[in-house]
């Protein structure tokens, strides 16, 4: 029985939710909701200014939270199996209180170092090691999950809006005179991006300017983009980094464990001989599943007579009721 398969099977629907945001966002760009502006906000001065003419999908939004959901309930799996395996038992000890540990500050994780009592000592220390407050915050992996999958879970849905990642606007200026090119904006806020400003010594050299924005644009995500290290990192590989993380995480309690040789590319040779050795040192006893009690027998109530139409089927169930809420066998 492989315990870490429904921790995989979370991934596997995270990276189908994945998809399929890539696939709602290419459709929402497909009618070109963007209007791209040059505004002559003075004589000398002009903006260039971004325009959403439609919101983005609220569907995006429901597809980052089961994405969320997905690795987040995966990081929650991995203890859980690695829970049993340490105590030899299905369901293991103390299992209402296993959770994957996140926090932000040594007081939480002290306070809630109970919820971690049925894993080995080396293992609690590894989850001590990634603890967000172990690293920079802004950057930790486990920190944005948790962050963003508590706001979708507790408070609303996540805020999408969408980034300029590429900008080399190249302007018409018939009378050729250098300007200034400030840069502004490049998240939308309100469903609007005022991108850059150029501005003109004088009135004359400011006239019947043109220009081609060659402007690229990506989903985002309002509370994440606002991240001073997340935010020079593409949408796309954001989730293809985090994705990629659990997985490892996975693969590294898996081997601990099991020594699967599925998650041994995964592991450094130095961590794989320290797994081996505890498993050679009997820390993982041999899982043993509980029989299922028997059923609680009561005696049936007075048969009926029966018929050929009951037999055959015909009244079960009462198909001109609309369909059945549970299975039936004819």
Known sequence: ??????????????????????????????????????????????????????????????????????????????????AAHASGSIPPAGE???????????????????????????QVEMLHTMQPFNSDLEANFLGWINRLARIDRHRRLAMWTARVVEAEPVFQIPS??????????????GRRCDLARVTFPDANSADNVSYNPRVGIDPEIAEWGASDFWK?????????????????EIDVYDYDCTGASAARSTVTSTFADESDGRR???????????????????????????????????????????????SSAE
């Open 176 to 189: 050729g005179v250098t300007p200034t090119l400030e840069w502004g904006q490049w998240v939308f806020v």
């Open 96 to 122: 209402d209180g296993l959770q994957y540990p996140i926090y932000d500050t040594e007081t939480t994780w002290k306070r809630n170092l109970w919820r971690l009592r049925p894993l080995p000592d080396h």
């Open 232 to 248: 020079s990192i593409r949408f796309s590989e954001r989730l293809r980094m985090l994705m990629v993380f659990v997985k490892a």
């Open 1 to 82: 029985m492989d315990l870490f398969e429904s921790a995989r099977l979370r991934v596997s629907r995270a990276q189908i939710r994945a998809r399929e945001m890539s696939e709602a966002w290419n459709d929402y760009l497909a009618p070109h909701p963007f209007e791209f502006l040059l505004l002559r906000t003075s004589p000398t001065q002009y903006l260039v200014r971004l325009e959403q003419a439609e919101p983005v999908p609220l569907e995006l939004s429901a597809l980052f939270g089961e994405w969320l959901y997905n690795l987040r309930s995966a990081l929650d799996h991995v203890v859980w199996a690695s």
């Open 280 to 326: 050679e040192a009997g820390l993982f006893p041999t899982m043993t599943i509980p029989e299922p009690e028997p059923p609680s027998w009561t005696k049936a109530s007075s048969p009926r007579t029966s018929s050929i139409d009951r037999f055959m089927g015909r009244d079960f169930p009462d198909h001109g009721n609309g369909p059945a809420l549970s």
